[in-house]
């Protein structure tokens, strides 16, 4: 699920920053990633539900670069899809796909978790 879920050549991009061995700015960044993303997928819903396409956009933006960030290329794609369609004022289609971005962050969270397992320095 990893592999498909998450660009794992970001990653690598990543980890090439690090020292030999030092895998903890993928570590934090995973972190970071995990305790406020489920935060913005809430703020983006709330604005969805309130049809307010600003704060849309706005929180879409933000898990936009988050996500990115860190390889959650579907995530991310979904969030910009969702960021463009709110500056339109397409409130149609924010609707349309906030199922797609709540799924998609699901899939990027788990991974994640399981990247952090794996790069959690002991």
């Known amino acids: 699920m990893t592999a498909s879920t998450i660009n794992m050549d970001v990653v690598q991009e990543l980890l090439d920053l690090c020292e030999e061995g030092d895998?903890?700015?993928?570590?934090?960044?995973?972190?970071?990633?995990?305790?406020?993303?489920?935060?913005?997928?809430?703020?983006?819903?709330?604005?969805?539900?309130?049809?307010?396409?600003?704060?849309?956009?706005?929180?879409?933006h933000s898990l936009k670069g988050s996500s990115g960030n860190l390889g959650a290329t579907y995530l991310m794609e979904t969030a910009e899809e969702m960021q463009t369609a709110s500056?339109?004022?397409?409130?149609?289609?924010?609707k349309q796909l906030a199922?797609?971005?709540?799924?998609r962050f699901a899939a990027a969270e788990d991974a994640l978790k399981n990247l952090l397992v794996q790069y959690t320095c002991t």
């Open 87 to 94: 500056r339109r004022g397409d409130s149609e289609r924010v």
């Open 23 to 60: 895998t903890s700015l993928v570590s934090e960044l995973i972190e970071i990633f995990l305790e406020d993303g489920p935060e913005r997928v809430r703020t983006t819903l709330e604005a969805v539900a309130s049809d307010d396409m600003d704060a849309v956009e706005r929180a879409t």
């Open 99 to 103: 199922p797609e971005l709540e799924a």
